[in-house]
């Protein structure tokens, strides 16, 4: 089981950047997916981005063009870069794995917060 840390977020205006890492405590080089997404109070989590042991990327339509997924194994690190912010980026973002693409995402780090502002 790896363990996974957030960091990055943050208070940024709309039309910022922020760069957000997810850092584990294991290997990521084999497992299925790494992927990274978001929830607001209220709201179930939804998802954002992942990337496969492959490299191959998808993402939420309303994120393509903005938001980058990419992964450094010999850190062991995840890294969702952020540009273009709106003001519905806003959420707790979450980074998670899943062992085979038949399985939800889970094992989620803390999570954390990205407020967007006007």
């Known amino acids: 089981q790896v363990q996974l840390v957030e960091s990055g977020g943050g208070l940024v205006q709309a039309g910022g950047s922020l760069r957000l890492s997810c850092a584990a405590s294991?290997?990521?080089?084999?497992?299925?997916?790494m992927g990274w997404f978001r929830q607001t109070p209220g709201k179930q989590r939804e998802f954002v981005a992942f990337i496969t042991s492959g490299g191959i990327t998808n993402y939420v339509d309303s994120v393509k063009g903005r938001f980058t997924i990419s992964r450094d194994n010999a850190k062991n690190t995840v890294y969702l870069q952020m540009d273009s912010l709106k003001l519905e980026d806003t959420a707790v973002y979450y980074c998670?794995?899943?062992?085979?693409?038949?399985?939800?995402?889970?094992?989620w780090g803390q999570g954390t917060q990205v407020t967007v502002s006007s």
């Open positions: 294991g290997s990521i080089a084999s497992i299925n997916a």
């Open positions: 998670g794995y899943r062992q085979n693409k038949f399985w939800p995402f889970g094992s």
